[in-house]
């Protein structure tokens, strides 16, 4: 007898596919070219740009995920450092009661059953179990280079499955 076939989980439609913003928007759209997973209970969001620019100290990933989020996404530099993680639990349950978005992070995450639990959408490097230090250094609210795009503060992010994707204005297709 056959066994039954195992298929795939669906993916949600996103609301805003990237591959149709960037259909549509051709050169206006900059594709955040990094080898993001996710992590977040959001697998689809958008939002107005926030940054943080840090490197293995999560002190103002925690300060901006204390401001009310007003839907925007956290794009954090993390200099792509292997060496500890930036978000972790408390972290994303707090951009969940301040009503952030999502947290894009150049660098690293963990906690991932926490993660997965929490109505925000996460991206990251990967998972590594060993915190940030929490001295006070980065600095936020800069223009960062990520996956060879410029992003600055107030432009639109635009994420799912697929990818990242960055554009001047919220994309009118
Ligand atoms: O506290 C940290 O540095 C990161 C973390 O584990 C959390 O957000 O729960």
Redesign the pocket.
């Known amino acids: 007898m056959a066994g039954k076939q195992q298929q795939r989980p669906l993916l949600p439609v996103p609301r805003l596919a990237t591959a149709d913003v960037c259909d549509a928007m051709g050169d206006a759209v900059q594709v955040v070219a990094l080898p993001f997973s996710d992590y977040g209970g959001r697998l689809d969001f958008a939002g107005p740009v926030a940054t943080v620019r840090t490197l293995d100290d999560?002190s103002f990933v925690k300060s901006m995920l204390e401001t009310p989020g007003e839907d925007r996404v956290l794009v954090v530099d993390g200099g792509a450092s292997l060496r500890s993680?930036l978000?972790?639990?408390?972290?994303?349950g707090l951009g969940v009661k301040n009503g952030w978005a999502g947290i894009i992070v150049n660098g690293l995450v963990?906690?991932a059953h926490e993660l997965i639990a929490a109505d925000i959408g996460i991206k990251a490097l990967g998972l590594y179990p060993k915190?940030?230090e929490?001295l006070g250094r980065g600095e936020t609210g800069v223009a960062i280079t990520m996956g060879g795009v410029i992003i600055e503060p107030g432009m639109w992010l635009t994420a799912d499955t697929d990818g990242v994707v960055v554009t001047k204005s919220i994309p009118s297709l």
């Open positions: 999560n993680a978000v972790g639990g408390n972290l994303a963990r906690d915190k940030s929490k």
